[in-house]
């Protein structure tokens, strides 16, 4: 593990937190994941301290995200805020299987609707062929009459 003066940590090796669900109670799913998640706003952004990082940043904005996601936010005892960002894992897991579970819902009235236009479609060839036999009929009629 690497340590450096900006602040940035390397680790060789897999950073995990337990999640075991023995150690768990009152489970439940992240309800509106999907309103949730797209209320954040991913950001880019510069230290203010050059000496963290001078590069450009990407992230969040810690308030914005404790409006939404309170337990993805811990304030230490001088009141700076950060992001757990890995708690927000769960929410977006949750927020691309509701976009999935409507897109597969909105497919299969897709193929309903397609179904029902090819059908149109053909009735409506079947109709023009109608009108044309007819408009033939017609003329011949016409051309007889006179």
Known sequence: MMLYSSGNMTI??????????????????IPDALEKVSELEGVTYYWKDTAREPTEQIGLIAQAVEKIFPQAVKTDAQGI?????????????????????????????LALLEIENNKLKEDSEI??????????????IEKSIK
């Open 12 to 29: 060789t090796g897999t950073f995990t937190q337990l999640s075991d669900e023995r150690l768990k109670r009152s489970i439940r799913s």
């Open 127 to 140: 109709k023009d062929r109608q009108i044309k036999d007819l408009e033939k009929r017609l003329d011949k």
């Open 81 to 109: 805020k950060s992001v757990a960002y890995q708690n927000l894992v769960a929410p977006i897991i949750n927020a691309i299987r509701e976009v999935k579970l409507w897109l597969i819902k909105h497919d299969s009235k």
